[in-house]
Every structure is written in structure tokens, then in C-alpha cells.
């Protein structure tokens, strides 16, 4: 059975809004002995980074800007009408029309309408969205027919649209469908969800859903439509399990030179989450690059789904880039309620990666026989502890918090709430002692200093160079200033991005200690050719455990 969106969305349309609110859980952990100090007032402040709700129950967020002071946001509402919004500052928001395309067509009915897309070409605003078009007075939606996509024009910002049209009539460019199945020419070039076009310097490009085995993502210029970039989709690639054969709503922005494809992927009440690829240029925009999670569905300590993350646009305003997406509610845990339009601001690393969404990766050293505990430090001076508890960490030296303190009742907690990390440590069940660390709100890493410990191993992460590339790992020790290269090879790492070292050149069979260690190099080769290598080097201070490698 193929998983389509069709499907899916149909499933929304005819759930009722339950209201709902997960059952709470009683810590394993007693509360920590002594009384924790308040965190720094200014690290107490407003992060910038906060989560903040846009539109109650809208989804499929689009957002079009017209100039810095003028924006228009849609997205899908009640399926028979598409709303438009209008804001000045991308935070107060007022209603400023609907439309409707049965009403403006004479001749056909509409209904399933979904992730529109907004934008200006040659003068005129164009609204592109996906539905099934009935004949007048007909019922829909209607046996035998399909989700396909449609256009409309305005001629100002007014957004007075006009009657809908199929994307490339009678041609054997990809174009819309009616009916159910491919066109002639390929399931690749059927369009049938989720249009997002991109105005390019090369021509204004159209990305769209297609179904086959699944949703899968294709594009094309429209200067150019006869060729078809195939860009990710289980007809395509061997995809990850948690995607679960749904590569769906794409959306492209630009940043300091790099293209972003941005989509989604999995059910809506299973694993619904983002993630993105990176390229020089549109064309490359594709699986054979690395492919980066931007969010992660969330579960409770049972492994009920709470929140979902998905379908989203990406807008820059005064230099700043904010992120539009939906969150899907599940309460009670696992019973989907509701989808609503949030908003949170994004922030990019050094070698223009994303900070993500709902996840943040938190090490402390190693301290022999103690076992360790996280509490969350809010701006609002309030402690959610333990989030984490001992049963939890045990005495690991590393944890991956994804929004959900599991020993806290599963409460979940937006990163941009967060103004400290706490690790609370304990030898022989004696507890007390703790160790904090500010937050800023965004980033995706935190090192908590333990007095006496000592880092038991260093994360090592690096850009991807170009479409690819395999890498290798080079030491700098510090006693003798000599480099081992490679220390770890490329048959070992290849084309991975990161790498967790702990003491060991696994190349040359020899250990090299964190504490002997200066600088780690990153170097990359295309197709072998390793006498045209790149490499970035970092220095290494002996006590972080996160070390990100910029390779120029």
C-alpha cells in the first residue's frame, strides 16, 4: 500500500479536537540533598529563541515576503478555503482573506486544499496548492479522482486570485494529474502535492510530491521544464526506517552562498520530523548529499507520541531567518488533537549547519564511580529536576535531550526556554554535589565541568566539503608535535560527518591520549585522489568533548 499524503491528511480532516493532557510519572530519583543556587540573572533573560504559537490550528505553513515590513502567511485550514494572513513584523498576524476556488470558478468544485505556496513571478502573485477538483455541484472529494496541484494569479497585493490552473496542460513537462495514478511519462513528472517554487537568478524553480512506493520530491526550472531532478523519495534511494517511505513538503531558501532543501518525512502520528540538505547549487540539491535532522518527533517514557514537528518555511528579516512549521499535539499520548502554526527563530553554525529544532546534546567528564542525574534551569528561575534521573543516565558521560524530561512526568520544554544545564553526581547513591552550565537557548552542544573528571572521549564533527567526499582524521600530539595521519582512515570513517574519538589510532594501531592530543585535522579527497586533499585543523584544549573541524 502506498503511504500518501492523501491518505494522511484525510485521516486529519476527520479526527475531532479532543482535548487531552498526558498522565504524569513520579521521579525514580529523590530530590537532590542540597539546594541549588539561582543561575545568573542575566542568563535568566529572554533567549531570543523562543517558541511561539502563530495560528491555532493551521497547517502546512507558508510564508511569502513582499519587503522586511510586509509578509503574507497561509497554510492549510479547513480544507476547503485557503487563508491568508498578513503581518508586519512576523509577530502580530491579522486575518486578511480566504480564498476559495469554487467560488471564483464557474466551472469546477474544490476540496482537499493543502500546502499552498505563495510568491511573485513576472509581476503577478501566484498561489500554488495542492487538491481535488470535482465538476460543479459534484461531491468531493470523488472516487477515482486524485490530489493533484493548481495555480492561481493575482494581479496586486490585494491576493484577489482567480480561477485555478493545472500546472503544464497538455504538454510532457511534469503537470498535474486529475485522476488517479502516473502521466505517461513517468510517476516523476506527476504532480501531486506540496509545490514550492523558488525564484533562482537561473529561473524560478518548482519543486513538488510526487507517489510512487511512498511521497517522494522532484523539481524542475521552468525555464528549462523538460528535465526533471530527482531529488529524494523511496522510488529513488534507500531511505532511513524512521522516514517511513515519506519524503514530502520541500522548501528552498538561500544563505551566504548554500541552497537549503528542507522536508519532511514519516506519518504525521508516527515519526513526523524535518531534516535538510546543503549544496552550491539547486541541481545538487539531492540525496547524494548529506542529509541532516532538523527535528525530532517526541515520545514519552512509555515511547507514546506527544509532539510532532513538520511541513515548514524558512523567511529572513533583517539579516534574522525564522522558521515556520506545525506542531502536532498527541494528548493524550498517542491520540493526535490538534495542528498549529509556531514559530522559532534559527540559528546556523560556523560552516552554516542548523542549530536544531528541539535537540541539544549535553556532556560532562568522567569521574571514576559516580553516576550522574540532568536537571533544566528555566528562564523563568523555576528547575525541572531531576529531567533526567540516574535511571536514566546511569553513568554515562553524554545524553541527547530532545524536549521530553522523561523522570519530570514527561514534561516537555522548548529549548529556547532553557537557561542552564545541571548535572547532579553521586558515588556510592550519595547526592548533592552539581555542576551547571549556562545555555543560550539554541546551540546543540553543552559541556557541564565536573571538578576532578576528566573528558573520556572528544565528538568530532566537520562540513561536508562537496558531493562525494570521504574524510579521514589526522592528531597533532602535544609532546612531540608530530602529526599521525591518518589516524583514523578513510576506510574507517569514509563518508561520515562525525566521529567519537576515545584514545585510539585505529589506522596505525596505536593509542594517542586526549590529554596528549593538541589539534585534530579533518582532510578530505574526492574519488581517491588524496594527493588534492583539503584539510581543517581545530585546536584541541584537553577538556572539551565536542569538537567541531572546519574544513575551507
Not at 511519462?185 to 524560478?204: F, K, L, Q, S
Not at 553543552?446 to 571538578?451: A, C, D, F, G, N
Request: hydrophobic share 40%.
Amino acid at each position: 500500500m502506498h503511504s500518501r499524503r492523501s491518505w494522511q491528511s484525510l485521516s486529519f480532516f476527520a479526527l475531532t479536537a479532543l482535548l487531552g493532557c498526558a498522565g504524569a510519572e513520579e521521579s525514580l530519583e529523590p530530590a537532590p540533598a542540597a539546594p541549588a543556587p539561582p543561575v545568573a540573572e542575566a542568563a535568566l533573560a529572554a533567549s531570543g529563541w523562543e517558541r511561539t504559537l502563530v495560528q491555532a490550528g493551521l497547517a502546512d505553513p507558508e510564508v511569502y515576503k513582499e519587503n522586511d515590513d510586509l509578509f503574507f502567511l497561509t497554510g492549510t485550514g479547513d480544507s476547503r478555503s485557503i487563508p491568508i494572513y498578513e503581518t508586519n513584523d512576523l509577530t502580530a498576524f491579522r486575518f486578511k482573506l480566504g480564498y476559495n476556488p469554487s467560488v471564483v470558478d464557474p466551472v469546477y468544485d474544490y476540496c482537499l486544499l493543502w500546502a499552498p505556496d505563495l510568491n511573485k513571478s513576472n509581476g503577478a502573485y501566484t498561489l500554488t496548492f495542492s487538491g481535488q477538483r470535482v465538476a460543479n455541484g459534484a461531491a468531493c472529494p470523488a472516487a477515482g479522482l486524485e490530489v493533484t496541484t493548481f495555480s492561481a494569479s493575482a494581479p496586486d497585493l490585494n491576493l484577489r486570485f482567480g480561477v485555478p490552473q493545472p500546472i503544464n496542460p497538455g504538454t510532457t513537462y511534469p503537470r498535474s494529474l486529475i485522476t488517479t495514478g502516473c502521466v505517461a511519462e513517468g510517476c516523476n513528472r506527476t504532480v501531486r502535492i506540496d509545490a514550492a517554487t523558488y525564484n533562482d537568478p537561473t529561473g524560478r524553480w518548482f519543486f513538488y510530491v510526487w507517489f510512487d512506493r511512498g511521497n517522494n520530491i522532484s523539481a524542475f526550472n521552468t525555464a528549462a521544464p523538460g528535465t526533471v531532478y530527482n531529488v529524494t523519495g523511496p522510488a529513488l534511494n534507500a531511505l532511513p526506517a524512521m522516514e517511513e517511505g515519506i519524503n514530502e513538503a520541500p522548501e528552498i531558501i538561500k544563505r551566504n552562498g548554500i541552497y537549503y532543501l528542507l522536508f519532511s518525512h514519516g506519518w504525521y502520528n508516527s515519526q513526523y520530523a524535518m531534516s535538510y540538505i546543503m549544496a552550491d547549487s539547486l541541481p545538487q540539491l539531492t540525496r547524494a548529499r548529506a542529509v541532516r535532522r532538523l527535528s525530532q518527533a517526541m515520545r514519552n517514557a512509555s515511547g507514546q507520541l506527544i509532539q510532532s514537528h513538520g511541513h515548514n518555511a524558512i523567511v529572513e528579516r533583517r539579516g534574522e531567518y525564522f522558521n515556520f512549521f506545525h506542531v502536532g499535539a498527541f494528548q493524550p499520548a498517542g491520540t493526535f488533537t490538534s495542528r498549529s502554526t509556531y514559530k522559532q527563530k534559527v540559528g546556523f553554525k560556523p560552516d552554516g549547519t542548523m542549530h536544531s529544532l528541539n535537540q541539544v546534546t549535553v556532556r560532562w567528564p568522567h569521574k571514576a564511580g559516580y553516576s550522574y542525574s540532568l536537571d533544566l534551569v528555566l528562564r523563568d528561575g523555576s528547575v525541572v529536576g531531576p529531567c533526567l534521573d540516574v535511571n536514566r543516565l546511569g553513568t554515562a558521560n553524554k545524553v541527547t535531550f530532545d524536549g521530553v524530561c522523561f523522570s519530570a512526568g514527561n514534561r516537555m520544554v522548548n529549548k529556547g526556554d532553557i537557561a542552564a544545564m545541571r548535572i547532579y553526581y553521586a558515588n556510592n547513591g550519595v547526592w548533592g554535589p552539581f555542576a551547571e552550565a549556562a545555555y543560550d537557548g539554541i546551540s546543540d552542544d553543552v559541556l557541564v565541568s565536573l571538578p576532578g573528571g576528566a573528558p573520556a572521549f572528544v565528538d568530532l564533527t566537520w562540513n561536508e566539503k562537496q558531493t562525494g567526499a570521504q574524510y579521514s582524521i589526522d592528531v597533532q600530539r602535544r609532546d612531540t608535535g608530530a602529526w599521525i595521519g591518518p589516524c583514523i582512515g578513510v576506510n574507517s570513517v569514509n563518508k561520515s560527518l562525525a566521529w567519537t574519538y576515545s584514545g585510539q589510532c585505529t589506522t596505525p594501531g596505536i593509542n594517542v591520549p586526549l590529554s596528549n592530543i593538541s589539534t585534530f585535522r579533518i582532510c578530505s579527497a574526492v574519488n581517491g585522489d588524496w594527493s588534492r586533499a583539503t584539510c581543517g585543523a581545530t585546536a584541541y584544549d584537553g577538556q572539551g568533548m565536542h569538537v567541531p573541524v572546519l574544513i575551507p
